[in-house]
């Protein structure tokens, strides 16, 4: 169990109980007929507590044994003074130790209310529980009390934590603290805090906000309160377009710049199901019909970013700077397989109220992730709560239930400028930065050091290999400089460089791609966080490879600027082999060489390199140390040590036009790698400039083109900005898939020059399409496609 209860580990919680709109409804110890508060209230202990789950059985065991202790630790240490009700949190200048003292006090009530904690209805435990309460009150929050600092800890994550006490110890509070609590949150949360739908007050934000009014409704029987929360969920329903929320290609926004899928985003997912699930035939049951976007996103913005068991970090902004944190007493890491397991465990949840097709869909989809997760098993994850674990285990128990194979595929989520491809034994994500879409998010002292994840960063993931990369300690350890797939100027910045919460975003427009929804072009106009960097960077995305250019590169900061092929985190003690052209290289630390392109590269247990040029690579071996308070301030200070392999195009000081090109291939082996080197007919460069890149594969039938400006490339001619992917089918027929990643153009002409028959299909944004010798299609309004794909099917001549 999670013992933080916050947005950051809240759908730890959210996998017990009761269940969402649309399906079955379970309500444990429902009281006397037409008393639907008392109802509501026996139905969010529920969520909260979970129930049914074998409390004699490992891991529901030890679990239980841990909470009692934790619980009477707390209890033994409650020194109630001014300024604190622990010691170690002091709230006179800080709300957020406020904040986590009502977390603390939830968690004993856990303790009192779960059998096998030890502390089972324990007298003593109840007193302490009932005087943190008054404690707390009296000396800050309570109506009248000015706020300061954070406002989040004033609006929800105290509120929310002493709700759940009053919903817990509802009858043993008595009325008259119920009474001072509610009046406590009506100051801190007015119905104003959603009278409009901006600020602080949207996205997983406001569901957050609207989960605190409901529970105020429900533990004061106030009826307009509940009603206000249904009310106030609606804005959240619908695809936006800009801001935060949810998008029509997937996307999750939030704080305006940011992608959140794996964080904001899951509370959100949660978050909902669980006021789904307390309203749930009540006179204030969801009845919008577009609460269905919730249900749809599952599978079109949440599942993309799973791979067997965890959220990727491209998704989950600050949360990846957490690890490891001094408040967390019981010292559990939080990476992103935990992150992932809470989403599966929200998954279930929603399931309940989907359809019978998706509900099956879905468990089976769950129960794949958590079977193939090998390298944290979702069932011994110490930040699950008991609830989530429940409901895993019993899916796990389920034999009717088959796994799902992962998903595979290609997605481009324009509007938050990232990427996942999937294929069968690998997946990979890209991150990217525009005008839209911030470098990269730092606040309250986290990830100080993100400065470049958005300037191309590739990650990736083998099926049975490399499932740790980036929860083994990366983040604190890694060159912040030396991020996977990034091209940087080797210039330090200051810790939370370009300022808080997103401001950091460049003045880019041409970022994004086109997809048939298995390969893709991608490109990024990149422009540096920080210095006079500017670049043209493409990725063709493959069956088993991805292609990697770069032109245009450029800088004057009298620095150096690498491109990085990539930056392999070998774990504590690896000695990874490393082949290069065939020669295995010394393993020692802190070697390094330098290598001629074109040639290959070969990294034992992870895959392969085909470096193309122009110029020379480089190679290095080193041990890296860093603590997660490096880059997060409530981190833990304890030293680590990680050691590294990295491959890199050095393009010197101060380039002026620098270029690269190289395929990555994940889970080659050296054999396989070396036959793609010496295959120089297998991958056809068509352009490398910063007025276009695109190569062919003919094998694929692929042709890939990233028009920075009007040109020709290839068979290909276009008169504006454009990204295009041509595929040839064995069938006589062809696609051309087409987009506006700037979403400026408000028409474009495509020529391709190849005989075509007729068009078989086209999207309502061609206006015009000849056909002949060659095909001419005139595109219209793209600027009105939000940079999405537009692909037409052609009957070749």
């Not at 379970?26 to 509501?40: I, K, L, N, S």
């Not at 009540?282 to 919008?288: E, F, G, L, V, Y």
């Not at 890491?333 to 998706?358: K, M, N, P, W």
Request: hydrophobic residues 40%; neutral net charge.
């Amino acid at each position: 169990m999670n013992r933080v209860w916050s947005r950051r580990s809240f759908l730890s919680a959210a996998g017990g109980g009761a269940l969402v709109f649309g399906g079955p409804v379970e309500r444990a110890g429902a009281g006397p007929a037409g008393d639907v508060h008392e109802t509501m209230r026996a139905t969010w202990r529920g969520l909260l507590l979970g129930g049914g789950f074998p409390a004699a059985e490992e891991s529901f065991r030890s679990r239980l044994t841990e909470l009692g202790e934790q619980a009477g630790g707390w209890a033994a240490t409650m020194a109630p003074s001014p300024g604190s009700l622990w010691p170690d949190l002091g709230f006179a200048t800080d709300p957020e130790k406020m904040m986590q003292s009502y977390y603390r006090l939830r968690t004993m009530a856990e303790a009192f209310l779960r059998p096998g904690t030890g502390l089972t209805g324990d007298s003593g435990l109840l007193s302490s529980l009932l005087a943190g309460v008054d404690h707390l009150h009296s000396e800050v929050y309570h109506a009248g009390q000015v706020r300061y600092g954070n406002w989040y800890c004033w609006q929800i994550g105290a509120p929310q934590a002493l709700l759940d006490l009053c919903v817990l110890l509802y009858e043993r509070l008595g009325a008259d603290r119920l009474a001072r609590s509610c009046a406590a949150v009506d100051h801190f949360v007015p119905d104003s805090a959603v009278a409009s739908y901006s600020g602080t007050s949207t996205g997983a934000n406001r569901v957050d906000l609207c989960r605190v009014l409901a529970l105020r409704g429900v533990v004061g029987a106030d009826d307009a309160k509940t009603a206000l929360a249904r009310d106030a969920l609606s804005p959240v329903f619908p695809y936006v377009t800009t801001g935060d929320g949810l998008y029509r290609d997937g996307s999750f926004v939030q704080h305006t710049w940011v992608p959140y899928t794996g964080t904001y985003g899951a509370v959100f997912l949660g978050g909902l199901g669980m006021l789904f699930a307390l309203l749930k035939d009540t006179p204030w049951q969801i009845t919008d019909p577009g609460a269905r976007t919730v249900l749809d996103a599952v599978e079109r913005a949440w599942a993309p970013f799973l791979f067997n068991g965890l959220v990727m970090d491209s998704v989950s902004g600050r949360a990846v700077s957490r690890g490891l944190l001094v408040a967390d007493a019981r010292q559990v890491q939080q990476d992103d397989h935990t992150r992932g397991h809470a989403v599966l465990a929200g998954i279930l949840l929603l399931a309940e109220g989907a359809s019978a097709t998706e509900r099956i869909r879905w468990r089976g989809l769950v129960k794949g992730w958590t079977d193939r997760a090998y390298y944290s098993r979702p069932l011994a994850d110490r930040t699950l709560g008991l609830s989530a674990l429940a409901r895993l285990a019993e899916l796990q128990a389920d034999a009717t239930v088959p796994a799902a194979p992962e998903p595979v595929g290609h997605r481009i989520f324009a509007s938050m400028d990232r990427v996942t491809h999937r294929r069968p034994g690998w997946a990979a994500s890209l991150s990217m930065a525009s005008r839209r879409i911030a470098h990269y998010e730092t606040g309250n002292g986290e990830h100080l050091r993100g400065w470049h994840t958005g300037s191309g960063m590739l990650s990736w993931w083998g099926s049975t290999y490399g499932n740790g990369q980036y929860s083994d300690a990366f983040w604190p350890t890694v060159d912040p400089l030396r991020l996977p797939g990034t091209t940087v100027v080797r210039k330090i910045l200051a810790d939370g460089a370009g300022g808080d919460w997103g401001s950091p975003r460049p003045d880019a427009t041409w970022v994004g791609g086109s997809t048939d929804g298995e390969f893709a072009s991608v490109g990024q106009h990149l422009r540096g966080l920080g210095s006079t960097l500017e670049a043209r960077k493409s990725w063709f995305f493959l069956s088993d490879t991805v292609v990697c250019l770069g032109a245009g590169i450029r800088a004057s900061d009298g620095v150096p600027v690498e491109s990085v092929v990539d930056n392999r985190n070998l774990g504590a003690a690896g000695t990874h082999a490393l082949t290069i052209g065939g020669i295995v290289q010394p393993a020692r630390s802190g070697w390094s060489g330098a290598f001629a392109a074109p040639g290959w590269a070969h990294l034992a247990g992870f895959g392969g390199y085909v470096l193309h040029g122009p110029g020379s690579f480089k190679a290095l071996r080193e041990d890296r140390g860093g603590r997660w308070s490096d880059i997060n301030r409530g981190g833990s200070t304890t030293s680590l040590t990680r050691r590294y392999a990295t491959l890199w195009y050095d393009h010197g000081r101060d380039p002026v036009d620098a270029r690269y090109l190289y395929q990555l291939l994940p889970g080659a082996s050296a054999a396989q790698t070396a036959a793609r080197s010496a295959a120089s007919a297998w991958l056809t460069p068509l352009a490398n400039s910063a007025a276009g890149q695109g190569v062919s594969v003919a094998s694929l039938g692929f042709t890939g083109v990233n028009f920075w400006q009007a040109g020709a490339v290839g068979p290909l001619e276009v008169d504006g900005p454009c990204s295009v992917v041509l595929r040839l089918r064995g069938d006589g027929t062809a696609s051309l898939c087409v987009a506006d990643p700037t979403r400026t153009l408000g028409a474009l002409t495509l020529v391709w020059h190849r005989p075509v028959a007729a068009v078989l299909s086209r999207p309502p944004s061609v206006v015009s399409a000849v056909t002949g010798t060659r095909l001419r299609i005139e595109f219209g309004s793209l600027n009105a496609t939000a940079g999405s794909t537009q692909q037409v099917v052609v009957r070749l001549g």
